[in-house]
């Protein structure tokens, strides 16, 4: 791992590692014309490119899962865009280091096909990094797509005179169908596993998850949105029913290569049945109860590698302080996990209710204990804080914190995930399902059944969804937003893909119960006169309609499909006449 960190070191002394965009600046510079001459100049290019991977350390306006019906901050960290009240800005910083990246991309590419014209040597022996390239830009394509829809598709080194500065937006159909083309011939020309000076990198099984997680959500997407979201002009397609089939595929191809495994250590009883809590503060063996190493998870599938004793660490700008307060739960979030019977607490005759904050955490899911649980007062209830700007919950997140007795904050160095095994499994579990429109016993206890069983619930099969009178597609979902809680922001583009996002975030957002709780009787805990949106008298509770405390109001979250995607920003639509806004900007 340590060459690694070096070659990153090295690659942006020779590219760029400033944020700008394709902005009829001339970067080429003396990387495009001197350090292509060897495969070693390949490999150094290409390590660059994993500097573009989601930063945990810099949330900006991805906000984890704060701008969902999550959001506790309603001001930090770009809520705006939870709420539905942003507006188009000259600049978007996504939009400018997705080009940058994709620019750097193709001049690898284009250096690779000169590297064979001109002799330097075969293509065999810069393969690996330029399959690399094909998975970066696919990768930097797909955050586009995701967040402006149909963008310009780059695949030429761009040049102050470059026609494609001024082409016509592409729509998402052919964004989409360039991401799977890029994809496919990554998988093409990776290795199968990465390990040790090259763990971290990009594999032929990862970008195979990679294309899984892209099916779903386009085929979900065109199947759920359809076209409501795309740009005047645009065209449309329906290939929902293929790529969904497709990421059934795909992501049982990667689960029958064998070279992943969910990270259960719940049979040692140092664990304490938290095994999840623990998986994303892995260090050394001395960063959790069992003792156990980074190099006992086989659980990430595309991972970002830190090293404490490198100075390589990952909190270096506080991510643990940051993300404690910024993600804490709303009651929203906390009634999402089920109890231990398998069941919605609103079916299960074993959640306790609501009578103290404590009690709501007896017999549930070990995820909810491990991302809020450590804040919970033993039998009894925190204060509500006053309703203001900045965090509206009296939890906090624990998830990837290290406010605990093993690393201190601001030394984090655990990795990483940007996908995991679990979400493979997931993928495959939900893509089915919405191929077949039911799936069997076997096949969730092949995939989901194998997350609950390391979150200690009953394992879900029909016959419970059928005898408790559920949707069986309401729980696979309810089970991906929990297992995924703070994730590569998927809960955000999860609620967009199911087009459930309006009526999650278009309504009053709830704090906590307070109907037959201490807080409704203990002026100490909660003072009314703070509750300036008011409550939701009839909240659907666990226990049944209660009067519930507002912490956002509906007339502050005027959510449409609009939100759906990010304008365009306004100085490339005025410098590039051709590019059509998104509707209602």
């Not at 309810?478 to 893909?497: A, K």
């Amino acid at each position: 791992m340590k060459k690694i960190i070096i070659l990153f070191s090295f690659a942006c002394l020779l590219l760029s590692c400033e944020d700008k965009f394709l902005d009829l600046q001339d970067l080429d510079s003396i990387t495009e014309q001197v350090y292509f001459d060897k495969p070693q100049d390949f490999v150094n290019a290409s390590n660059n490119f994993y500097r573009g991977l989601h930063s945990p350390q810099r949330t900006n306006n991805d906000g984890f899962d704060m701008i969902t019906d999550y959001g506790t901050e309603l001001s930090g960290y770009f809520q705006d865009y939870g709420q539905g009240i942003n507006t188009a800005t000259d600049t978007d910083i996504y939009w400018n280091n997705g080009y940058t990246y994709i620019r750097d991309i193709n001049v690898l590419l284009q250096k690779a096909d000169e590297y064979v014209k001109k002799g330097y040597g075969t293509k065999e022996e810069i393969s690996v990094p330029v399959a690399t390239a094909y998975f970066f830009r696919a990768y930097q394509h797909f955050r586009l797509l995701k967040r402006f829809g149909g963008v310009p598709i780059v695949t030429e080194v761009t040049n102050v005179d470059s026609d494609i500065l001024y082409a016509p937006r592409n729509s998402r159909y052919e964004v989409v169908k360039q991401i799977l083309a890029d994809l496919d011939l990554a998988i093409a020309g990776l290795p199968q596993t990465t390990t040790g000076d090259d763990l971290g990198k990009i594999s032929s099984t990862a970008a195979l998850a990679y294309k899984a997680r892209v099916l779903l959500f386009e085929g979900t997407w065109e199947k759920y949105v359809g076209t409501v979201t795309d740009f005047q002009g645009s065209g449309s397609e329906n290939n929902a029913a293929a790529y969904i089939a497709q990421a059934v595929t795909a992501a049982k191809a990667v689960m029958d290569k064998n070279q992943y495994e969910i990270w259960d250590k719940n049979s040692d009883p140092k664990m304490e049945n938290n095994s999840y809590k623990w998986l994303f503060t892995l260090e050394g063996s001395n960063s959790n109860p069992g003792g156990y190493t980074k190099a006992t998870n086989k659980e990430f599938i595309i991972q970002t590698i830190f090293d404490h004793d490198s100075g390589n660490q990952l909190g270096a700008g506080q991510f643990t302080q940051i993300n404690a307060a910024r993600n804490a739960p709303t009651q929203i979030a906390l009634d999402m996990y089920s109890s231990i019977d398998g069941l919605p607490i609103a079916k299960s005759p074993l959640f306790q209710g609501y009578a103290k904050q404590s009690t709501q955490f007896i017999n549930r899911d070990r995820r909810m204990w491990g991302n809020f649980g450590e804040s919970v007062i033993n039998n009894g209830s925190r204060p509500i804080q006053v309703i203001s700007s900045v965090n509206n919950s009296n939890l906090t997140n624990w998830k990837f914190t290290t406010w605990n007795k093993y690393r201190a904050v601001g030394t984090e160095g655990y990795n990483y995930p940007h996908l995991r095994y679990a979400e493979v499994l997931l993928t495959y579990a939900e893509a089915l399902y919405e191929r077949d429109g039911f799936i069997s016993d076997g096949d969730l206890d092949i995939s989901i059944n194998i997350l609950r069983k390391r979150a200690k619930i009953a394992p879900l099969t029909n016959a419970l969804v059928n005898n408790n009178n559920l949707n069986m597609l309401d729980e696979i979902r309810r089970e991906r937003t929990v297992e995924l809680y703070m994730e590569d922001n998927n809960h955000w583009n999860d609620i967009r893909r199911w087009d459930t996002a309006i009526s999650l975030i278009n309504k009053d957002l709830v704090g906590y119960v307070i109907e037959g709780t201490e807080y409704a009787t203990n002026t100490n805990l909660f003072n009314p006169s703070t509750a300036i949106y008011g409550y939701v008298e009839d909240y659907p509770s666990g226990v049944g309609p209660v009067k519930a405390l507002i912490i956002d109001a509906k007339a502050n979250r005027p959510y449409s499909h609009k939100n759906y995607l990010w304008p365009l920003p306004i100085n490339e639509t005025v410098q590039n006449t051709n590019l059509v806004q998104n509707p209602g900007w």
